[in-house]
């Protein structure tokens, strides 16, 4: 099955939006994070996150996000969460890896970044991209394919710590 075949209900939901074309949403360099389109793809493909504390294994999803996934968290995201705050500091990022089912071939990346502070969808900017090119994404600040099931965790964040 396509991968994207899931998501294609929720998006025919969601109304006209869907995956864009390289945009920016124009916020710059967000915790050493270029939070344009491209920048986000670079910075998931450089794999610079994996530094960062992470699930411990690859798991199924809940989500229609693929079929095995695991999160990483960024230190500012880590002490917010530890902390129980109700909404997290700008700069806060999350980055999930969507895998095949065999659990070990990586399909694409997921990834939430704290843009203002505060509550609300409009304080994240949400991607979503798969391999190999990574040219047909989801991007955008409050993004309607992503912020309705986000909105049931505590500031759109959904993964306890590990
Ligand atoms: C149908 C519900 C649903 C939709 C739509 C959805 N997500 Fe998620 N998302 C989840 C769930 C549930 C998790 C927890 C991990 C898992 O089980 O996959 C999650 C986890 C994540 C994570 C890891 C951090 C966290 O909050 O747990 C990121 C990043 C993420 N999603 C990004 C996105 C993006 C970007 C979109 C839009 C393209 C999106 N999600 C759309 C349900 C959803």
Redo the contacts with the bound molecule.
């Keep these: 099955m396509h991968p994207r075949s899931l998501?294609l209900p929720?998006l025919l939901l969601a109304s006209a939006c869907g995956p864009s074309s390289s945009v920016d949403e124009g916020l710059g360099v967000v915790q050493e994070l270029d939070t344009s389109e491209q920048g986000i793809t670079d910075f998931v493909r450089s794999g610079h996150y994996k530094s960062w504390l992470a699930e411990p294994t690859v798991h199924e999803?809940?989500?229609?996000?693929g079929s095995k996934?695991r999160?990483f968290f960024n230190d500012l995201v880590v002490g917010s969460l530890r902390d129980g705050n109700a909404t997290h500091p700008v700069g806060s990022i999350?980055?999930?890896e969507m895998y095949e089912k065999d659990g070990k071939t990586l399909r694409g990346h997921?990834?939430?970044v704290k843009i203002s502070d505060g509550a609300g969808k409009d304080t994240w900017i949400?991607?979503?991209g798969f391999g190999p090119n990574y040219d047909n994404n989801?991007y955008g600040r409050a993004?309607d394919?992503?912020h309705?099931?986000?909105s049931d965790?505590k500031d759109?964040?959904?993964?306890p710590l590990p």
């Design positions: 998501l929720l999803t809940r989500a229609p996000h996934v999160v999350l980055v999930k997921a990834l939430d949400f991607y979503e989801y993004h394919t992503c309705g099931c986000h965790g759109y964040v959904t993964t």
